[in-house]
């Protein structure tokens, strides 16, 4: 079976998972991630993908071999309970990573990256307290999912990251990922990563919200004038350079998080050939009936032009007349009928 290694954008851990899967949830910061698919249907990328995956099983470079061999060493180590071979075959592990992919270091150094990114995994592990705490720190998200005020769920977020991170300042490594925000901006951004992960399902902002009120965020519609460059601010400005008047949009989280996994269904309509149907409209209903109950019709609305422009009136309303007949969430259709 082909795997794909890959890093999440949320929070830089090393994952694989299969060669064709389109979404998954980071099990390390709860972030729900949408592969990059635009060139997956690409014949000629797809076919040198899939021989560059048959490659690494069979042909592995002596890098790859040995990671391999390694992510065995480690997990019979952590069975085991034997932390000195574990921390051996992590090092090792971890300085393989940086040098095939020096661009998960950041600002580090490949020995500060090594070393924090060592202790860290070490410490949850082989201590129970601290495994404890980034257990209650991935459970604190799930409240987001269910609650009815979710500025206080992210506040218990942000109160399980502080409890985490104090604990992981007590290692001597931990100043080397702590040295520019300490443990306040350390657990800033341990919640940040799971809040993040729940900006598509939340509402239109809500996220801004939890940004701004529970991690000091600044809030601006900071902007470039489209025609000569100048900083502008606001909804409509006229630049005090050349004139021109210019619109700045910030979009909301919740916006460009669903945009973004639209992309995957509108990728399988590209690929069936279905864009100049009334499939994009069905697929469109679907797609929205979950936020529908969180999310006002102007924003639902918002959506669906950023997401189908090039359906007509006409045929959106084609599509929607068709698919009522099926469909018991009248007021969903109603609404994007106006």
């Given at each position: 079976m082909l795997v794909r290694a890959f890093v999440c954008p949320k929070c830089g851990a090393s994952r694989e998972t299969l060669e064709g899967a389109l979404i998954i949830t980071c099990v390390y910061c709860g972030g729900i991630i949408g592969i990059d698919t635009r060139h997956y249907w690409d014949p000629v990328k797809l076919a040198a993908g899939l021989d560059e995956g048959i490659r690494r099983s069979v042909r592995p470079t002596v890098f790859e071999a040995r990671q391999k061999a390694l992510g065995a060493v480690i997990y019979e180590a952590a069975t085991r309970r034997d932390r000195a071979r574990w921390r051996c075959a992590s090092e090792e592990m971890y300085t393989l990573t940086a040098v095939n992919d020096p661009s998960q270091l950041g600002a580090m150094?490949?020995?500060d990256w090594v070393?924090?990114?060592v202790a860290m995994a070490e410490a949850q592990e082989f201590d129970p307290?601290?495994?404890q705490l980034a257990t209650d720190l991935a459970m604190s998200s799930v409240a987001l999912q269910t609650t009815t005020d979710p500025i206080a769920a992210a506040r218990e977020i942000l109160e399980a990251g502080r409890r985490y991170a104090r604990a992981f300042a007590a290692l001597p490594e931990a100043a080397l990922a702590m040295r520019d925000?300490?443990?306040?901006g350390y657990a800033i951004m341990m919640a940040r990563n799971y809040v993040a992960g729940y900006e598509g399902t939340l509402g239109v902002g809500v996220a801004k919200r939890i940004y701004a009120e529970v991690f000091g965020d600044r809030i601006t519609a900071d902007a470039r004038c489209k025609?000569?460059?100048a900083e502008i601010a606001g909804d409509l400005e006229r630049c005090a350079f050349c004139g021109a008047v210019s619109e700045v949009r910030v979009d909301d989280p919740w916006l460009v998080s669903n945009l973004a996994n639209w992309e995957l269904v509108a990728h399988e309509l590209v690929r069936k050939g279905q864009l100049d149907t009334i499939d994009p409209v069905r697929a469109l209903l679907g797609f929205l009936r979950s936020h529908r109950e969180r999310v006002a019709p102007e924003h639902l609305l918002e959506f669906v032009r950023r997401a189908i422009p090039w359906v007509s009136r006409e045929r959106l309303h084609e599509g929607l007349a068709h698919w009522a007949l099926m469909d018991d969430q009248l007021e969903l259709i109603e609404t994007l009928q106006r």
């Open positions: 150094t490949v020995r070393a924090t990114g307290a601290v495994k925000g300490g443990v306040e025609k000569c460059g």
